[in-house]
Nanobody
Framework: QVQLVESGGGLVQAGDSLRLSCAAS????????MGWFRQAPGKDREFVAA???????RYAASVKGRFTISRDNAKNTVYLHLNSLKPEDTAVYYC???????????WGQGTQVTVSS
């Protein structure tokens, strides 16, 4: 089992920045893909960004150029830097890990990000 704990969410204004963190523990392997998803009220969960052990990244079109994903393999931690935040970025953000960009086996509990206009 892998345990994931997210942190860094909060209430900010449009245009502000935040950094989310997700620390992994347990039977975590650095070869895992680490990703971020989000779910807004009344909407399905959607992919935000992902990063491989070798720092290859993928982004959703809606966040590309504004969000940056990074990871520290020594700390088993993945980060999501959220810049130029918009009210439509308001959601619960979840961290996930797995062996493929479309296969995530473990999920965190989520951290709330609220962007006011």
């Amino acid at each position: 089992q892998v345990q994931l704990v997210e942190s860094g969410g909060g209430l900010v204004q449009a245009g502000d920045s935040l950094r989310l963190s997700c620390a992994a523990s347990g039977r975590f392997f650095s070869s895992y893909i680490m990703g971020w998803f989000r779910q807004a009220p009344g909407k399905d969960r959607e992919f935000v960004a992902a990063i491989s052990w070798s720092d290859s990244t993928r982004y959703a079109a809606s966040v590309k150029g504004r969000f940056t994903i990074s990871r520290d393999n020594a700390k088993n931690t993945v980060y999501l830097h959220l810049n130029s935040l918009k009210p439509e970025d308001t959601a619960v953000y979840y961290c996930a890990v797995g062996y493929g960009y479309d296969e995530y086996d473990f999920w965190g509990q989520g951290t709330q990000v609220t962007v006011s206009s």
